[in-house]
Every structure is written in structure tokens, then in C-alpha cells.
């Protein structure tokens, strides 16, 4: 059994470092807090990342780069290496030749998520339920795609390969309610995998073009290095939503179990009260809570096109060799253009109406909204009136206090904990499903940081009653009430006889200033349409949707009455955690997380940043 601190980059390095193994250009970059990296600084310490957990790649890694020579020579892993590394080792291993059931599979996924309540190897725990634990742990091709972290209860880091492994022996589905709930995790699992793939493969790839993305100077290196480390922040987002949404796939089973995930917690525990089902992905929900985004769709979808287009031009002036060693994305999740009738209200209208769990994430690129949300339904409500408990996940962003020093002793607007409760949206507490039944929205909020957050610092700014009014100061409050206002105008228009002709108007406005706003009202200023913020892009609708309002009343075409803003929903609960917490129960994604976020604060001086 391995400990931790052998997967943590900077225990790795102060270990090393204070044996003479590091060479002098690499030694003490964490003794200082965060500096200016150069690129081959950052190779190393992604190579030696990689290499965590693996006594013999890491020393054949440090070995390799001693004799580095700065800006002259840099050690280039080779394809054994490669196969060392857990991960980077891919494709499907080789089970035992007994049947796969996928009471096997979910077992496997209870371990990835931290839900065992066993040790997975004591000899004496004999019968049906140790043999289907034991199927994927046990499995000889499988004994370099595992580590223990934890023997009582049983916790492990587990590669990709592992992963896939367990993806593709899931057996089919049947049409039981059971073999959908089991489909359900089994697409949670295979999210997870993907998400994990590529950011291995991309970390991966950079260490590989090391020579050729070490000049310091060349603007394509220092392109591609400043969009890695933005790629860095949807890892976060990205890896820890997709083990949340795992773990509470396979705890629906029986009950929610999510006290021990969570390093503070303020208010009610979701624990029971909530019907058994599978945890639906639902996609296209480009907007929530803020919904009335959907009406800048067409304008923000052209603007990715053109980052696109300045990408492809940047990376046809790099040269050959560099374009041929590595690729890096432009941050963004996939954002489509807007469709007519195809809102991320109606499609949260669908969802609520099929009364399954489901969870999304939200692709607005003001980031005016969660990281992620999942909505769970209680078990008993009345005949068309579901109530759910809406989760709103939300990580911490790179760029401010990244030392935790600092960031306790900060005040005011500062501090994480201040400015993720005064980031706070409007939340419906009703929503009305597409066959017209009324839905009763409650809300817990969680906040994901790097480090962790003392508890005093937690509870000091936490209300008693939680409710979404007081949890926020009054200016923000003013925003709540103004971006209701906005929500309902949209959801006014979706629901008019004169949808079309108004959608149309949407995007025309969207794209140019319309004539009747008042320009000087309009945050940002005027010369930039349409507005990037919420408060400017709110307005902007209210003030348009108005407008065609009093044409419609004064043409005999439409009813007088004006679109009425909903309550704001309860805020029930608000809970914390942090990327210690998550190794505690789902490693794989809290170490892998952890270390690029470290090297990210570290590096945090450059591009920036």
C-alpha cells in the first residue's frame, strides 16, 4: 500500500531535493511561493507529476533530466516510459474467464467513489458480495492499474485503462428500472474516463514536445503553454463534477451518503427522502439559473467561432514540428448556436417532466452561472407537484490568493468563501414542466477550493436561516431581483403566440444596439454590444422585451399583462470541500487534480495570471 504523499509533486520534490537528486535548475521552485516558471521548469514538473506513484519512472525521469542543459538539451521520455506511467496506460484488460455481471461493474465504481465500507482484501470476508468486489481489484492484468491509498475501508487510485476496463464489461442494459439505474453509472463512469483521458493525453503530449516548446521566447511556445494553463481550471471543474455525479449515482442505490464527502457543512444533510432511480445527463442546458442567457446564444456562438478561426491561424504559423507534437484546445465546453425552440428552459421543462435525477453542466461562457448542477427529486409529493433538491456546484477560480496564508488572513470581497456567496444568481423556486405541473425548487450550494477553508472562516459569513436574500448584501440582492426580472421577460417570450418574430428580434438586438435602449444605462458602456456582464445583459433584455411589450398593447396583439418575476428559491444548505477531502474518498481525481492545480499556483506569476 502506497501513501499519498508518494503522488503529492511537491512532497515528491522536497523529498528529492533535500537527497541531491533534483538538478540545480529544478531545486527549491516550491520553497518560494508562486514565480515565473520557465517552459522547461514546467516540463519537468509535469513529467515528474506523471511519474507520482511510480518509483522506477521517477527515477528513471529525474535520472533523464540531470542532464539537462538550459536551453540547450531536454530529456525526452521514451515509450517505455510511457508505459509506466498509471496515467497514461489505456485500452481494456484481460478478466478472468468467469461472467461480468454488472453488480461486478458497480462495485468496481463504488471503490473509484470511496463507497466501500470493507476492506476489498481481508481474507476472512468470504461469499458472493467479497467475490464481486474482488472481481476488478484482483484481476492479474489489471495489478498495474491499482493502488491501494487505503486498506479499512478500501480506497484506490485507479488508471484510465482500470476505468475502461469497467466500461466496456458492462453488460447491456434491459429495460428494468434496475438495469437503467446501473446504465445510468455506467455513463457517470465513462464521463469520468473521458474527461481523465484527455487531460492525461494532453499533459502527456507536452512533456513529449519538450524540446520543441522550451524556447521561452517563441510566441507560439508561450500561446500554447498560457492555454495549457487555462485548460488547467476545466480539469478542476470538469473531473470533480463527474466524481460527484458518480458517487451520488451509485449511493442512489440506497441512500444518499454524502456527509463524508465534505470538509464544512452549514445547514440540512441530504441523506434520505429521496426516490431510487438512475442519475440522467441531460444535454444542452446551456444556461442555470440565469436562463435568460439563451437570448445572447447566437452572439456568443459567433464569438467562439472567431476565437476558433485566430486559433487555426496561430497554430498554422507555428512550425512544423510543434504543430506536429501538440495540440492544445481552446477552453471552452461545446456551445451551440441558439435554436429556435430548443431553450435550456424547455429542456429543463423535459427533464423535470420525466421525474428522473438528472444533472448537467451549463456552457455559458460569462461563466454567469454554476459548474455544474444537479437536481435530485424527493420520493413524496403530490399528484403534479414534484419537489427536488437542486445541488449547485461551483470551483473556486485560479488567479487570486493562491496561498492559503494569504487567502485566511484576507477580508472582505477577497476571500473565496466572500465572493462565492455574493456570486449568487437568481434561483427559481418554481419551474413549471412541459406538461404544465408545478415543480418546488430547494437549493444547496457547494463550494470546491484547492485548499482547504478553516471552518471559523466557513461559518463566520453563514447565515442562520440561509435564505437566499440574506446571504448576500444588498446590492447583490438588487441583482438577484433584477436578473428574476430578466428571467421571467424570456420565459415570457418563449411562452407568446409571437415567439418567432420575437426570437428574431432577440438575435438582432444581440448583434447591434437596438434604437430605443438608452445607452448611458447600459453596463459595460455603450461601445461594446452586446454586453459581456449579467447586469448589463439583463438589462438590456428587460429594456427590449418592454418595448416590444408596449408595441404589442398599443397593436391589439398581445394581452396587457406583463411577465411577472418568480420567488427566489431556499437555500437550504451551503457545504464545502476541498481537493484533500475529495483524495480522502475518490483519489484518482483529487491527486490528479491536486498536482495540476499546485503546479498551476506555482506558475501562477506568468502569462498574467
Not at 444596439?513 to 433584455?541: V, Y
Request: one cysteine or more; glycine letters at 6%.
Amino acid at each position: 500500500m502506497q501513501p499519498m504523499p508518494m503522488f503529492d509533486v511537491r512532497n515528491i520534490l522536497f523529498a528529492h531535493d533535500s537527497a541531491g537528486m533534483i538538478p540545480s535548475q529544478y531545486a527549491g521552485l516550491f520553497n518560494h511561493g508562486p514565480r515565473r516558471l520557465s517552459n522547461e521548469q514546467l516540463l519537468f514538473l509535469i513529467h515528474v507529476f506523471l511519474c507520482a506513484g511510480r518509483p522506477r519512472a521517477l527515477s528513471d525521469c529525474l535520472e533523464g533530466h540531470a542532464q539537462d542543459v538550459p536551453g540547450v538539451s531536454f530529456f525526452h521520455p521514451t515509450q517505455q516510459w510511457h508505459d509506466q506511467i498509471i496515467w497514461l496506460r489505456r485500452g481494456v484488460a484481460q478478466l478472468p474467464s468467469m461472467p461480468v455481471v454488472n453488480w461486478k461493474c458497480f462495485d468496481a465504481c463504488r471503490l473509484v467513489v470511496g463507497l466501500g465500507d470493507a476492506n476489498d482484501f481481508n481474507d476472512c470476508d468470504i461469499g458472493f458480495r467479497c467475490e464481486r468486489r474482488r472481481h476488478f481489484v484482483l484481476a492479474p492484468d489489471l495489478e498495474e492499474d491499482f493502488v491501494v491509498t487505503q486498506a479499512q475501508p478500501t480506497r484506490a487510485l485507479v488508471s484510465p485503462r482500470f476505468l475502461s476496463t469497467v466500461v466496456n464489461n458492462w453488460p447491456p442494459e434491459g429495460y428494468e428500472r434496475a438495469d437503467l439505474i446501473h446504465d445510468s453509472i455506467r455513463r457517470h463512469c465513462e464521463d469520468l474516463l473521458r474527461i481523465l483521458e484527455a487531460h492525461t493525453n494532453l499533459a502527456s503530449a507536452l512533456v513529449k514536445a519538450g524540446p520543441v516548446v522550451c524556447d521561452q521566447h517563441d510566441p507560439c511556445c508561450v500561446e500554447l503553454i498560457a492555454r495549457w494553463y487555462e485548460t488547467i481550471q476545466l480539469a478542476f471543474e470538469d473531473l470533480t463534477f463527474h466524481a460527484l455525479c458518480l458517487r451520488i449515482a451509485c449511493d442512489n442505490m440506497s441512500y444518499f451518503r454524502l456527509s463524508d464527502i465534505f470538509s464544512h457543512t452549514k445547514g440540512d444533510r441530504i441523506v434520505s427522502g429521496y426516490k431510487c432511480g438512475p442519475l440522467v445527463r441531460v444535454e444542452n442546458v446551456a444556461n442555470f439559473p440565469s436562463t435568460f442567457f439563451d437570448a445572447y446564444g447566437g452572439i456568443d456562438a459567433a464569438e467562439k467561432d472567431t476565437e476558433k478561426v485566430r486559433t487555426d491561424q496561430l497554430q498554422s504559423s507555428c512550425s512544423q514540428a510543434l504543430q506536429n507534437s501538440i495540440v492544445v484546445p481552446v477552453v471552452r465546453r461545446s456551445l451551440q448556436r441558439a435554436q429556435l425552440h430548443e431553450s435550456s428552459y424547455e429542456h429543463l421543462q423535459a427533464a423535470l417532466a420525466k421525474g428522473d435525477h438528472f444533472c448537467f453542466q451549463p456552457c455559458n461562457p460569462n461563466n454567469h452561472c454554476e459548474d455544474g448542477v444537479i437536481f435530485l427529486c424527493k420520493e413524496n409529493y403530490s399528484r403534479g407537484q414534484r419537489e427536488w433538491t437542486v445541488l449547485l456546484v461551483s470551483n473556486e477560480r485560479f488567479g487570486g490568493h493562491s496561498d492559503p496564508a494569504m487567502r485566511e488572513a484576507a477580508t472582505g470581497p477577497r476571500h473565496v468563501v466572500d465572493e462565492w456567496r455574493g456570486n449568487v444568481a437568481h434561483m427559481p423556486a418554481d419551474f413549471q414542466d412541459s406538461d404544465g405541473n408545478t415543480h418546488h425548487l430547494q437549493y444547496a450550494r457547494i463550494l470546491i477550493t484547492v485548499d482547504p477553508v478553516v471552518e471559523s472562516k466557513f461559518d463566520v459569513t453563514a447565515t442562520e436561516d440561509n435564505e437566499v436574500e440574506d446571504t448576500t448584501t444588498t446590492s447583490v440582492s438588487e441583482e438577484g431581483s433584477l436578473f428574476a426580472e430578466a428571467n421571467a421577460a424570456y420565459i415570457y417570450m418563449l411562452r407568446t403566440n409571437t415567439r418567432d418574430e420575437i426570437e428574431s428580434k432577440v438575435r438582432n438586438w444581440a448583434l447591434h444596439p437596438p434604437p430605443q435602449c438608452d445607452l448611458a444605462e447600459l453596463s459595460p458602456p455603450a461601445g461594446r454590444f452586446p454586453p459581456k456582464d449579467a447586469i448589463g445583459r439583463a438589462k438590456m433584455l428587460v429594456g427590449t422585451m418592454q418595448h416590444h411589450h408596449n408595441l404589442s398593447m398599443e397593436a391589439g396583439s398581445e394581452e396587457t399583462s406583463p411577465p411577472s418575476k418568480g420567488k427566489h428559491g431556499r437555500v437550504v444548505a451551503e457545504y464545502c470541500m476541498d481537493l484533500d477531502t475529495i483524495s480522502k474518498w475518490c483519489p484518482t481525481v483529487g491527486v490528479f487534480v491536486g498536482n495540476l492545480a499546485r503546479i498551476r499556483q506555482l506558475g501562477i506569476g506568468r502569462h498574467g495570471n
